[in-house]
């Protein structure tokens, strides 16, 4: 889900957020309104590194993808040459 440099970030925001949503709901259950908005609004700023995170790896797997299916086009592309195929003719 995260790439591996990201994991470690992940996992800590992942611990905040919960953490966050946590502190925000005792605070609500003793009237620290204001605090717990504070908690929530660290939670949803943890929510959202997560989910940039989670997107640099669907990032990165969509260009390895990409690099993949050039590289095998162009090893294709060789063998048709190899074998004196026009690649127009392909």
């Known amino acids: 889900m ?3 440099e990201d994991k470690k ?3 800590q925001s992942k611990h905040f957020s919960k953490y966050s949503l946590l502190v ?3 605070c609500i259950d003793r009237g ?3 605090d717990s908005i504070t908690h929530l609004r660290n939670a949803i700023t ?7 995170l989670k997107n640099n790896k669907a990032t990165e797997d969509k260009i390895k ?3 993949k299916e050039i590289g095998d086009k162009q090893y294709q592309e060789e063998i048709l040459e ?3 195929v026009e ?3 392909w």
């Open 9 to 11: 970030t992940a996992e």
């Open 65 to 67: 993808q990409l690099f």
């Open 87 to 89: 690649i127009s003719e």
């Open 32 to 34: 620290e309104y204001q």
């Open 46 to 52: 943890s929510v959202h590194e997560l989910q940039q």
């Open 24 to 26: 925000a709901r005792r």
């Open 82 to 84: 190899n074998l004196g």
């Open 2 to 4: 995260f790439l591996e």
